[in-house]
């Protein structure tokens, strides 16, 4: 198994994203801190991954709330002495979001303080464990949107995962001494409730942002937890500071 023995802390947990990535590292032997917002789906995720035969906690945390945070990290920490990945997963995407010129400043500030500020918190809180454990690895989900420019503008969301990169290369560089390895992933548009809930009910929508894409496809769950996956593992164990972008070649589509 690819996680063996590992303690892995999942934020977003209760998302489809999120439960797809605790039942699997679970899978492959790690034992899961699941924390999320949502405890009605997050013990939907602890509860499947006992069913199938692993081991896991739920833990109801709001990653933009410091004090929730460090509640998750002291509680997975107690019941399995350890922590070894912290997968940043949680985020938002309002459909409010827009230019600059139209956005509440209300909306800027809560995907600020869920996508920007909740992976300060985790950080914070996770990294001296991670440094008590002998090292780790630390995966902060961006998006593609910070590596282009986009002509239908969703600013804040666009602001928050380019900071989520120059984060990332940061912690990359201050911590890879210590054998904590610092990765982000770069989704392209993918099929969760996130997306489907307004874009894939919009067929021009749709199909605009299906033309964009090489590949002919939006991505699946399964594209990005498998990335996050090897991450996780020590197979990466040389890969630090890196942003791996799966997007199916749309940042590569001139026209």
């Known amino acids: 198994m690819r996680l063996h023995d ?3 802390l999942i934020t ?3 998302g489809s994203m999120g439960r797809l990535a605790s039942v699997v590292f679970a899978r492959e ?4 801190i699941a924390a999320d917002v949502a405890e009605p789906a997050l013990d939907a995720t602890v509860a499947e991954i006992t069913r199938r035969g692993g081991r896991a906690i739920a833990v109801r945390a709001d990653v933009a709330n410091e004090a929730q945070v460090e509640h998750a990290v002291r509680l997975g920490v107690r019941e399995f002495g350890r922590l070894d990945v912290l997968y940043n997963n949680a985020g938002i995407f309002p459909e409010r979001d827009g230019s600059v010129v139209d956005i509440d400043e209300a909306v800027w ?10 992976i300060f918190f985790c950080c914070k809180h996770g990294i ?3 440094l008590r454990a002998g090292g780790g690895s630390i995966i902060n989900v961006a998006s593609f949107v910070a590596l282009v420019g986009c002509t239908v503008p969703q600013d804040a969301y666009t602001a928050s995962k380019g900071a989520v990169i120059a984060l990332t290369k940061s ?4 911590f890879g001494p210590k054998q904590i ?3 982000a992933i770069a989704p392209g548009p993918i099929e969760t409730p996130l997306l489907t809930s307004w874009l894939l009910n919009n067929p021009e929508a749709k199909q605009r942002r299906l033309d964009r894409i090489p590949m ?3 991505g699946r769950p399964e594209d990005i937890v498998n990335l996050a996956l090897y991450l996780a593992s020590d197979e990466a164990s040389w890969v630090n500071g890196s942003v791996l972008v799966a997007d199916g070649g749309i940042t590569s589509n001139y026209f």
């Open 6 to 8: 590992k303690v892995a």
């Open 12 to 14: 977003g947990a209760g």
């Open 29 to 32: 032997g790690a034992r899961i």
């Open 109 to 118: 500030d809560q995907v600020m303080a869920v996508n920007v500020k909740g």
């Open 128 to 130: 001296p464990q991670l």
């Open 171 to 174: 912690l990359a560089v201050q």
């Open 181 to 183: 390895r610092t990765n």
């Open 216 to 218: 002919g496809r939006f």
